[in-house]
């Protein structure tokens, strides 16, 4: 599975920051995953100008789309998001585990989040796109997740997105906010039904930093 292509080439076109990229998965082996760009900016909602009124500007919405690649583990999908964020500098990788929310007793706030997590807004303001979608299988994979569960891997792009402008340290990040590949960092295992969070640590500062006194 290849995910750093796929990013960076809506990112070429875009010509937006990132503010976060998302990967969400039925707990289902080999079924497709969806892929989410979370971007960092505004547009105005029409090009028409209008003497005398205001246009505000509106987010951008997110774009998703549905990644059909093979896929034989939870540890391919690990590795394929590590990868990616490895190269786009991304300090850490967030992977989410929720465990099936059709269930006696479930709080409907796990539904209002599986939704959201393959993204589904029912609760965005009327008017206000979110997100772009070319996502065929979704009604599919939402049902399975909630029978099933579902994972989900978030990371925050340094290189091309907007945590560049912030200029926190990392030693191991280039001139441009990424690294070279490979990614040193692999998968780890992965717990089926059960709700689970694990946090892999990419980035890292060699040098002592001392508390201002001051």
Do not use: N
């Not at 809506?10 to 979370?38: G, I, K, N, Q």
């Not at 205001?54 to 093979?70: E, T």
């Amino acid at each position: 599975m290849e995910l750093f292509e796929t990013i960076k080439a809506h990112h070429d076109a875009m010509r937006l920051p990132l503010y976060a990229v998302t990967v969400t998965a039925a707990a289902r082996v080999d079924t497709p995953v969806l892929l989410m760009l979370h971007w960092h900016g505004f547009r105005r909602e029409t090009p028409v100008h209008v003497p005398g009124v205001p246009m505000p500007p509106r987010p951008v919405p997110g774009s998703a789309l549905q990644i059909d690649a093979h896929w034989d583990s939870m540890a391919t999908v690990d590795q394929a998001m590590l990868d990616a964020a490895w190269r786009f500098g991304a300090w850490d990788v967030e992977r989410v585990t929720h465990r099936p929310w059709r269930r006696l007793g479930a709080p409907a706030a796990e539904a209002l989040a599986c939704r959201r997590a393959f993204g589904d807004y029912p609760d965005a303001e009327d008017g206000i796109e979110t997100l772009v979608a070319d996502l065929p299988d979704r009604p599919a994979l939402m049902e399975m997740a909630a029978r099933r569960g579902y994972v989900r891997w978030m990371f925050r792009p340094r290189k091309a997105g907007v945590w560049s402008q912030l200029g926190d340290e990392d030693s191991t990040v280039d001139e441009g906010g990424g690294r070279p590949p490979p990614c040193p960092v692999r998968p780890r295992p992965w717990m089926e039904a059960r709700d689970q969070r694990f946090v892999y640590r990419l980035g890292r500062v060699d040098r002592l930093i001392l508390p201002d006194t001051h």
